[in-house]
Nanobody, 119 residues
Framework: VQLVESGGGLVQSGGSLRLSCVAS????????IGWVRQAPGKKREGVSC????????YIADSVKGRFTISRDSAENTVYLQMNNLKPDDTAIYYC?????????????WGQGTQVIVSS
């Protein structure tokens, strides 16, 4: 499965962005799809994921109440709506598959999409 992320950018604190990830290949190849982020000098953090059947959603405590994940099965796309962004959200966001269940991305890593939140 190939994953292509988009939607990042520069935004002021309190602003919003919506990230998109288009997955090529069959959705039968993975159980969950979602997002991790990597900030300079920090550990990679699992942000959110959703199961293909949408009966399981994980949201990290650090973004709970601000970020929402959704999936459009027809478009093979997963979205991350990010509201009330904070400078601590600054990172490269990567789309991943099965990370929530295994801690390992079962697809190839994409380029990621950079999110920069200014204070």
């Amino acid at each position: 499965v190939q994953l292509v992320e988009s939607g990042g950018g520069l935004v002021q604190s309190g602003g919003s962005l919506r990230l998109s990830c288009v997955a090529s290949g069959s959705s039968q190849d993975y159980y969950t799809i979602g997002w991790v982020r990597q900030a300079p000098g920090k550990k990679r953090e699992g942000v959110s994921c959703i199961s293909i059947s949408r009966d399981y959603i994980y949201i990290a405590d650090s973004v709970k109440g601000r970020f929402t994940i959704s999936r459009d099965s027809a478009e093979n796309t997963v979205y991350l709506q990010m509201n009330n962004l904070k400078p601590d959200d600054t990172a490269i966001y990567y789309c991943v598959t099965n990370y929530c269940v295994s801690g390992v991305n079962s697809s190839g890593w994409g380029q990621g999409t950079q999110v920069i939140v200014s204070s």
